[in-house]
């Protein structure tokens, strides 16, 4: 069953611009996960959060975690024209370490130059 | 790369024929699974082998059938599909551990077209 759901479904933004993508999810996690999958592609793991985390940063990327209300957002700074692809939320419910990674349906992100 | 090789890239495939879709990783993982993706649908898990055992079919069809002879090899065997099987089939691995904090290595997939 899907477990997160990302929202935007789609987001046209201009390059330099910031990029927000929010993931929300239903039941308890070990952590969630964001991936970015170009057209076509496999997915390509960015950043993983833990539950006792409530913010990480990798490069350009931010990522929040608010367990209390079940949600979690991605940010992008500076956005530029190959961060174009869609980026998903996967979240990890298992109770042996990442057995079962659940993938919500993706936001669209076009890049505009 | 990415360190996990699915072949074919694409395939088409008869409602009649038997295929097999293979997925290789050297990276030490020890879980290996196979995801769906269809348009506009969320990623579906179909299996996952853990420690070279299956623990989980997601109420897969029985014309899908795993097998992991292996903890590097993951095959995907297909016969008598539908098209609606049409798909993006990815495999991906990852390590395991109470604990764990790892992501998971996808393959770049390999996209079916069931005719």
């Known amino acids: 069953s899907q477990q997160g759901e990302e929202d935007p479904q789609a987001l046209s933004i201009q390059e330099g611009e910031n990029a927000t993508m929010n993931c929300s999810y239903k039941t308890s996690i070990n952590n969630l996960q964001w991936y970015r999958q170009n057209s076509g592609r496999g997915l390509v793991h960015l950043i993983l959060i833990r539950s006792n985390e409530r913010e990480k940063h990798s490069g350009r990327l931010r990522v929040t975690l608010d367990t209390s209300k079940k949600s979690s957002s991605l940010l992008i700074t500076a956005s530029r024209a190959a961060d174009t692809a869609s980026y998903f939320c996967a979240t990890d419910e298992s109770n042996f370490g990442n057995e079962k990674l659940t993938f919500g349906t993706g936001t669209r992100l076009t890049i505009i130059p | ?115």
Do not use: I
């Open chain 2, 1 to 115: 790369e990415t360190g996990v090789t699915q072949t074919p890239r694409h395939l088409v495939m008869g409602m009649t024929n038997k295929k097999s879709l293979k997925c290789e990783q050297h990276l030490g993982h020890n879980a290996m699974y196979w995801y769906k993706q269809s348009a506009k649908k969320p990623l579906e898990l179909m299996f996952v082998y853990s420690l070279e055992e299956r623990v989980e079919n997601n109420s897969v069809p029985s014309r899908f059938s795993p097998e992991c002879p292996n903890s590097s090899h993951l095959f995907l065997h297909l016969h008598t599909l539908q098209p609606e099987d049409s798909a993006l089939y990815l495999c991906a691995s990852s390590p395991l551990g109470r604990g764990a904090n790892y992501g998971y290595t996808f393959g770049s997939g390999t996209r079916l077209t069931v005719v």
